[in-house]
């Protein structure tokens, strides 16, 4: 039976366990696994960053995340029974194995430094871990269907989306001039694009939004919504929320604003408010200056 100094030294060991982004340190198992839950889910981030590869690239980076998740796997059903020898895996793994997102690769390589002694909590990081990778090759999996989806029907909506644009614009066309004029004094700020930038929290009331030249307001008076400036308005749901032209998108927007991009941005929702913003186009997402912290 393990004596009294050797259990308050284990416990004073497991108290100095520190995460990257978590103020105070981890104490119990309980704790580590909510603090990795979250973790899961495929940032907005990356998510954008997935839409920028080219179909070769996407490819590649589904046998890459699929052959992680699968090595993982493999080494968990290796280690049933046999927990112990899980430090002894992960020294064998290099750290840019690991994503630095949501700050996996700092997570592994604290909890590498720290021994055998967490072997439990090593065991639970490679769960979660694989749990990451798969939604990743989900997320994958879909942006090649929304690709060929979009591949199939992009010649037949072609000649229709000209002609309704022909029709929509006025005589003369727009005038795109007034709008930025307007944009430079309402001291909106461009995103850099395929960058997640956090959104600042308690603002009341609705906010504007620009995709191109384009203006939208954020309401979220009964419920999340998106109004365009024909006054068409289209609810969000907590989580992300894809905004473009595109029929595969969350949130469609009007054919006739040819000036937003098929995919243009991912707003994402916490409890009903915008939370964070990507941008994701050539043509640009515009919000106020003062609602987020755009890097120099």
Do not use: K
Not at 72 to 79: A, V
Request: net charge positive; proline share 3%; with cysteine.
């Amino acid at each position: 039976m393990r004596n009294g100094t050797q259990q308050r030294r284990e416990t004073d060991a497991r108290a100095a366990l520190r995460i990257p982004g978590v103020d105070q340190p981890v104490t119990s198992l309980a704790q580590f696994e909510r603090v990795l839950r979250p973790r899961t889910a495929v940032p907005s981030q990356r998510y954008a960053r997935f839409l920028e590869l080219n179909d070769e690239a996407l490819g590649a980076a589904a046998v890459t995340t699929r052959y992680a998740a699968e090595h993982l796997r493999r080494m968990l059903e290796d280690l049933r029974g046999r927990s112990a020898r899980v430090d002894t895996c992960l020294r064998g793994i290099t750290p840019t194995f690991f994503s630095e997102d949501h700050g996996w690769r700092a997570i592994f390589q604290r909890l590498t430094a720290s021994g055998a002694d967490y072997a439990e909590y090593q065991l639970l990081a490679i769960a979660d871990y694989r749990r990451y990778l798969l939604n990743c090759l989900d997320a994958l999996a879909q942006m090649s269907t929304d690709r060929l989806q979009s591949a199939l029907c992009a010649e037949s909506n072609a000649h229709g989306e000209e002609r309704t644009e022909l029709a929509a614009a006025p005589r003369g066309g727009y005038d795109s001039s007034a709008r930025r004029e307007e944009v430079l004094v309402r001291d909106l700020v461009r995103l850099p694009r395929g960058t997640t930038l956090a959104l600042r929290q308690g603002r009341d009331g609705p906010f504007e939004l620009w995709m191109g030249r384009r203006r939208f307001r954020i309401e979220t008076w009964s419920g999340a919504a998106i109004v365009d400036e024909l006054g068409q308005g289209m609810n969000l749901r907590d989580g992300r929320n894809v905004l473009g032209r595109a029929l595969y998108n969350d949130v469609i927007v009007d054919a006739r604003f040819t000036d937003v991009s098929r995919r243009h941005a991912i707003l994402d929702l916490h409890e009903g408010r915008p939370s964070a913003i990507t941008d994701l186009s050539s043509a640009g997402t515009f919000v106020a200056r003062t609602l987020v912290n755009v890097p120099a």
